[in-house]
């Protein structure tokens, strides 16, 4: 674990690491606002969780957490004491994930708490709680798998993530119905939102958690492969 | 014997740069320095070393192992990198503690303080590497590199930015280790450095190998060059007709108040000098040796390797 510790450890230090709580505080906020309102709905509730929280702040709290993992120690140098240490490449890329993943889990807290709140609120059960905060941290976990290896194949990976997360998960996965098959925040919303009862249409998801649970599950353990084929490949500085 | 480290007809390309081309050598017990100015190939041969790169052609080996598959090779390893960068957050204890653990040192506590104590950091060692000087944090990397007992060090220039005092510690700990049998490479472009730490010399030049061997055999290979002596004279052109018939003045250009003198015998050069201004009425204003820097001296190798020369 000691790859891991390294990270988390490194990760945590960072201003850009912290300034990640501000997308992360707008999640409690509108909850806050909704509640307040007395306007808490099972519509509100896949708005603020399954839309907001699932779909773009935990995709981009691990995605910024992804890219640094690999990246600061690319850029400082510091990459070479891990490629040279008697550890495989795979070791490698699967506890920079487990580190990136560890702490979107710790940044994401006031979120999973929200998940709590709303979801007492609103009288969905534990279940339904338990699967909400399970979804969110199973798409940062892929997210974070995903651009830790986008790191190794591009330079700019934080661009590109930012772009994907946007116009993908944003925009065409979340309006195309046929286009959620292919996005890793639909399987996440299919076990955040999937046992929610009253939804209306637009916000029911179309997969079953089940498949939203492996599919996160086998594209994380790809990712990490891949990202391990790569790291040994690669010409290091 | 197995070499402990071995390249054999390596190259390395960079789109159409040749970083390293066909250069074959092997390293034993002792102190090896790898010598070249910047942009020679010494960090892309040491990256080819370590694993951290992989050849175009040819084959590394490091204790007849691949070390870019060979987690034995690279257990067998011990990089002090160029870079400064270290682990952020981490006292030098912690740090070398962390990569002892990262090489499966069972001890790991026990093999950091060793290795610090072997850098002579052990009084500083609970405190964050933030604060050390440039000299402390290259102890640091040379203790995390000695942390796991590897039987080859490799350096990339070691010496780079520490004070004369630092520089010492450096050259004095590189002498130790070669003394108690660990196979060192290390890089550096400051031929004095070289000559001073390494049994064994190797001189890249524009990625190729242009000479090897001990330090001394490379000394009077480089004393054997032609020298160029530039002398500001009043009048030029007498001094320079009687220079010309010195022994072993192979060429004199003559300026308008400057001679451009090549010699092979620097030292009878200096003996006939005096006199024969005196008897040409001359006065010599300076006397400069034109092609001492290392530059001039890789320029030398470099024609010979090439066959220019003799």
């Known amino acids: 674990m000691t790859v891991t510790l390294l ?33 808490v709905s099972p519509d509100n509730q896949a708005i603020i969780i399954g839309r907001l929280l699932v779909t773009t702040v935990a995709p981009l709290v691990a995605l910024v957490l992804a890219v640094t993992a690999i990246g600061d120690e690319r850029e400082s140098g510091t990459i070479v004491y891990l490629a040279t240490a008697r550890i495989s490449r795979l070791r490698v890329v699967a506890e920079k994930t487990l580190a990136a993943a560890a702490c979107a889990a710790i940044l994401l807290i006031p979120a999973l708490i929200t998940i709590v709140v709303l979801g007492d609120h609103l009288g969905i059960g534990a279940t339904n709680i338990l699967r909400g905060v399970l979804g969110t941290l199973l798409v940062a976990t892929v997210y974070a798998a995903v651009f830790i290896t986008v790191g190794l194949l591009l330079k700019r990976a934080l661009v590109a993530g930012v772009i994907y997360i946007l116009v993908w998960e944003g925009a065409i996965a979340t309006i195309a119905p046929s286009a959620e098959r292919f996005s890793m925040t639909a399987w996440g919303r299919a076990i955040t939102d999937g046992g929610i009862v009253g939804l209306s249409s637009d916000l029911q998801p179309t997969l079953d958690p089940t498949t939203g649970v492996i599919a996160l599950l086998v594209v994380t353990g790809l990712a990490v492969l891949l990202g391990a084929w790569r790291l040994g490949r690669m010409d290091l500085p | 014997m197995t070499p402990l480290l071995q390249f054999d007809r390596v190259s390395k390309w960079f789109r159409d740069t040749v970083a390293v081309g066909d250069i074959s050598f092997s390293i034993e017990p002792g102190v090896t320095g790898l010598l070249g100015h910047n942009g020679a190939g010494k960090s892309t041969a040491i990256r080819l070393a370590t694993g951290l790169a992989r050849p175009d052609e040819g084959t590394v ?109 450096v050259i004095e700990l590189l002498h130790r280790l070669g003394s108690e049998g660990i196979a060192t490479l290390f890089s550096s472009h400051v031929l004095g450095e070289v000559e001073r730490v390494a049994d064994n010399v190797l001189v890249l030049v524009n990625g190729r190998l242009v000479a090897e061997g001990a330090p001394h055999a490379l000394r009077e290979l480089m004393d054997e060059r032609p020298r160029r002596v530039q002398i500001a004279a009043d009048p030029a052109r007498p001094l320079g007709a009687a220079l010309a018939a010195i022994a072993g ?30 008897d040409c009425g001359a006065r010599i204003a300076a006397i400069e040796p034109t092609d001492e820097d290392l530059e001039s001296v890789y320029g030398y190798l470099t024609q010979r390797a090439r066959g220019v020369r003799r």
């Open chain 1, 7 to 39: 990270t988390i450890r490194a990760l945590l230090l960072r201003r850009r690491s912290l300034a990640l709580l501000l997308p992360v505080l707008s999640v409690p906020l509108f909850a806050g606002i909704a509640i307040v309102r007395g306007d």
């Open chain 2, 61 to 169: 080996r490091v204790i007849g192992l691949d070390p870019r598959r060979s987690g034995a090779a690279r257990a067998a390893i011990g990089l002090v990198p160029d870079g400064d960068g270290l682990w952020p957050g981490l006292s030098a204890r912690g740090l070398v503690e962390a990569c002892a653990r990262l090489r499966g040192v069972k001890d790991a506590k026990g093999a950091a303080a060793d290795a610090l104590a072997a850098v002579d950091l052990t009084d500083v060692a609970e405190r964050d590497t933030k604060g050390f000087s440039q000299g402390m944090r290259q102890r640091v990397k040379i203790a995390q590199a000695l942390v796991h007992r590897p039987q080859v060090l490799i350096l990339d220039e070691p010496l780079n930015g520490l004070d004369p005092q630092q520089r010492e510690a």
């Open chain 2, 249 to 278: 003045v192979e060429q004199v250009e003559i300026g308008e108040a400057t001679l451009t003198v090549e010699t092979s015998d620097p030292a009878a050069l200096a003996l006939a000098l005096p006199a024969l201004a005196r």
